[in-house]
């Protein structure tokens, strides 16, 4: 059983459409995350939830915006796609609000954008 | 920024020799976590130091934390290819809201 389950693993479309990506997780974590790794590798944490309420929100464009509908599943929804926001998007959970522990993570979603 | 910064950026190893890598830091933290990426895949969590720690060992694997010089070393004792991989150090600060940071990570070549 996958732990933390992302969808679509890959993601080419052009510039200017909507997607969306989609995370569950079947660990009963009250945490969600939402990463963002850049061609170099460099990690950066865009959202944050617990239990389904916002906590972290990295500055990050409102073209991003992500969508709780319970503590186990978040997902990521983009307008309007831009050349810049091509990346391995990672969601990730844990037990409880600020990380105290590990972090747990999908295997990622690669977005190209054309 | 108060990431953590790894060092060396690529580390090439044979088999059978010790790996370290180096983090630093900027900023109080509450704890420093290790995390390993394989190619293509999610990061996988190592091991967690909690910053009134100085040692912590898990199986080959042995982290060091400074506090004062705000640095963190990873040791990987008895290298083996499939250790090949981007490591990568995590720095929780920030109170119960915390935030973890990452920074850009140690990329790893184990040669057999």
Redesign the interface.
């Known amino acids: 059983d996958t732990a933390?389950s992302q969808t679509p693993k890959y993601l080419v479309t052009q510039m200017g459409n909507d997607k969306s990506i989609k995370c569950e997780q079947n660990l009963g974590h009250d945490t969600m995350y939402w990463?963002k790794q850049d061609s170099?590798?460099?990690?950066?944490?865009m959202f944050?939830y617990n239990n389904k309420e916002l906590?972290?929100n990295e500055t990050v464009p409102n073209r991003f915006s992500p969508k709780s509908p319970d503590k186990a599943h978040l997902n990521l929804h983009i307008n309007s796609l831009e050349l810049g926001d091509s990346a391995v998007y990672?969601c990730?959970s844990s037990p409880g609000?600020?990380?105290?522990?590990?972090?747990?993570?999908?295997?990622?979603s690669r977005l190209t954008v054309l | 920024s108060q990431q953590g910064e790894e060092d060396p950026q690529a580390l090439s190893i044979q088999e059978g020799e010790n790996a370290t890598m180096n983090c630093s830091y900027k900023t109080s933290i509450?704890?420093l976590?290790w995390?390993r990426?394989n190619s293509?895949?999610?990061?996988?969590?190592l091991i967690?130091i909690r910053s009134n720690e100085r040692e912590k060992h898990s199986g080959r694997l042995r982290v060091t934390l400074d506090t004062s010089k705000k640095s963190s070393s990873l040791l990987i004792t008895a290298s083996r290819a499939a250790d090949t991989a981007?490591y990568?150090c995590a720095v929780?600060f920030?109170?119960?809201?915390?935030?973890?940071?990452?920074g850009?990570?140690t990329?790893l070549s184990v040669k057999p």
């Open positions: 933390v990463y170099k590798k460099f990690l950066k944490i944050s906590i972290i990672f990730a609000p600020g990380a105290f522990g590990e972090l747990f993570f999908g295997e990622g | 509450n704890n976590q995390y990426q293509g895949r999610g990061l996988v969590h967690l981007s990568f929780l920030g109170g119960s809201q915390g935030n973890l940071i990452f850009k990570g990329k």
